[in-house]
């Protein structure tokens, strides 16, 4: 089996959560910029004296496909180099993944990984 890890993190964190990834062995992903909200909430921005609230924030998604075994550390190695221990450190979600296709050579399962 495989599953999808889609970690959604601060954007200043990719390069360090790309480099901790590589190290552990992970090198396919894809990475989107996404703009949220959860418990940081936003926050209050002046424009030319008017206040305006900003509650979607700009984020980034990476979506990693893994073995089963391996979600434990993928998970571990996204989480130590993401954490900053404040509000909007982020999510990371893990998904069943019915199938995979290999769209050059059309393996599928675990050999399409």
């Given at each position: 089996?495989?599953?999808?890890?889609?970690?959604?993190?601060?954007?200043?964190?990719?390069?360090?959560?790309?480099?901790?990834?590589?190290?552990?062995?992970?090198?396919?992903?894809?990475?989107?910029?996404?703009?949220?909200?959860?418990?940081?909430?936003?926050?209050?921005?002046?424009?030319?004296?008017?206040?305006?609230?900003?509650?979607?924030?700009?984020?980034?998604?990476?979506?990693?496909?893994?073995r089963d075994s391996?979600?434990?550390?993928?998970?571990?190695?996204?989480?130590?180099?993401?954490?900053?221990?404040?509000?909007?450190?982020?999510?990371?979600?893990?998904?069943?993944?019915?199938?995979?296709?290999?769209?050059?050579?059309?393996?599928?399962?675990?050999?399409?990984?």
């Amino acid at each position: 089996m495989v599953k999808k890890i889609e970690a959604v993190i601060r954007p200043e964190k990719l390069e360090e959560v790309k480099d901790a990834l590589n190290r552990y062995g992970i090198h396919g992903m894809t990475v989107t910029q996404v703009v949220g909200c959860g418990l940081q909430k936003g926050r209050i921005g002046v424009y030319r004296g008017h206040e305006y609230s900003i509650n979607l924030l700009p984020k980034v998604k990476i979506e990693i496909v893994v073995r089963d075994s391996r979600v434990d550390g993928v998970v571990e190695v996204i989480t130590g180099a993401a954490r900053t221990g404040a509000i909007g450190d982020g999510k990371i979600f893990i998904l069943p993944v019915e199938d995979a296709v290999r769209i050059r050579t059309g393996e599928s399962g675990d050999e399409a990984l």
